[in-house]
């Protein structure tokens, strides 16, 4: 009867250890996935501030347009238009969430010649999140804002020399290892087209943040004149 006993005592206790170590496992996936959606939050919320920033500061569209906005410890531009506030809206969401299952090689938004649609700049911000990695959202929330702010009083003191009429689109660029994750039905997503003649481009940085599970590089690529 006591081995029986204490058979019983041991099937037991390992049952309760794999049902702890399968607790624990649960909570740190379910810590990593919370986390993951925080710094994908705070992404996005750069990458439609940004958005709007650079179309303000190109003079895209009448400053009228435009509001102010607080985003961090800076003051931003939005436009009040709530067809281009979908468009922007909805084109970082779908980079946002391919990057969050490592799935986005870059955001890249283009200006083009508004009557020929013939790229004239691109800013391309390439992102990569390691999900392994720890991050204080505080802190990387106020690098973006900051690098924000960075940009924007770079081109609002550039001087650009023909300003003619000018548009813009938001591409989403899929990572070729995760090409499967591309949503099929926005117009705007795409794998690389609208570059700029390799005989013609001028690069430049604009900006890094490596905060953690967030590496992201900001890189213009300009016509030369």
């Given at each position: ?5 204490t058979?019983q ?75 281009i506030q ?33 790229p ?5 911000f390439?992102?990569?999140?390691f ?11 106020d ?15 550039t001087?650009?020399?023909n300003?003619?009429e000018?548009?813009?689109?938001c591409?989403?660029?899929?990572s ?18 609208m570059e700029l ?27 030369a004149?």
């Amino acid at each position: 009867m006591g081995g029986h006993r204490t058979g019983q005592l041991h099937r037991s206790a390992g049952r309760k250890r794999k049902k702890s170590q399968s607790s624990n496992w649960s909570s740190i996936v379910f810590g990593i996935m919370e986390k993951t959606k925080s710094v994908t939050q705070l992404m996005e919320q750069f990458l439609t501030y940004i958005c709007h920033e650079i179309a303000f500061r190109l003079k895209i569209h009448p400053p009228e347009y435009y509001h102010s906005k607080r985003y961090g410890q800076h003051s931003v531009h939005e436009n009040r238009n709530l067809q281009i506030q979908n468009y922007i809206n909805d084109s970082v969401e779908a980079a946002g969430k391919m990057l969050a299952v490592g799935g986005l090689e870059s955001f890249v938004f283009v200006v083009t010649d508004s009557e020929t649609s013939v790229p004239i700049e691109r800013y391309i911000f390439h992102a990569t999140l390691f999900t392994e990695r720890s991050t204080n959202t505080r802190d990387l929330g106020d690098k973006l804002s900051d690098l924000v702010a960075k940009i924007g009083w770079e081109l609002g003191h550039t001087t650009v020399g023909n300003r003619r009429e000018r548009n813009f689109k938001c591409l989403v660029v899929a990572s070729s290892s995760k090409s499967g994750y591309m949503p099929q039905n926005g117009s705007w997503i795409t794998c690389g087209h609208m570059e700029l003649p390799e005989s013609r481009k001028e690069i430049f940085s604009l900006g890094q943040v490596d905060c953690g599970m967030v590496d992201l590089k900001v890189l213009l690529h300009r016509n030369a004149s």
